[in-house]
């Protein structure tokens, strides 16, 4: 017996308020660390590094050099980029593994929705962050 998830957009909590079209995040990610080990080698990697990590560019990102002591597997897709929809600005690419099965009846319905949700990302966040300066104060 087959049991397919329903997805659906939503907050979460722990990391941030707001809705799911204007989210508020917590600072709670970014002292999220991703704790990796293999054979009495460590290292720790914690999300606010990695993030940074891309955003300097640097290749591999600090997630992925961080899971070389394991297989390889987890953080960016090598050094392949692919531009931002619609841009020129070069991001990296990420591959999702061990997603839910599907059956044959229903992967172009779940393939379209999946491009569709990247491609409105893309939309919505085309541009990178910046610092804003408000009354004297910068904001991210």
Known sequence: MSVEAEYTDRIDENYCEGTVEAPKPNGQMDKEVFALSWEGERDDCSV?????????????????????????????????????????RAVPLFEFRK???????????????????IIDYHH????????LKQDGVLEL
């Not at 997603?99 to 949700?117: H, N, R, W």
């Not at 919505?124 to 610092?131: E, I, R, S, Y």
Request: hydrophobic share 35%; glycine share 10%; aromatic share 2%.
């Open 48 to 88: 606010s590094e990695w993030i940074q990590s891309i955003q300097d560019n640097q290749s591999p990102d600090r997630l992925s050099k961080a899971d070389e002591i394991m297989d390889g597997s987890i953080g960016g897709l090598g050094k392949a980029l692919e531009n931002v929809l619609g841009t020129n």
């Open 124 to 131: 919505a966040f085309g541009n990178p962050p910046q610092l």
């Open 99 to 117: 997603l839910a099965g599907v059956t044959a009846a229903k992967m172009e319905d779940k393939v379209t929705k999946a491009e569709q949700a």
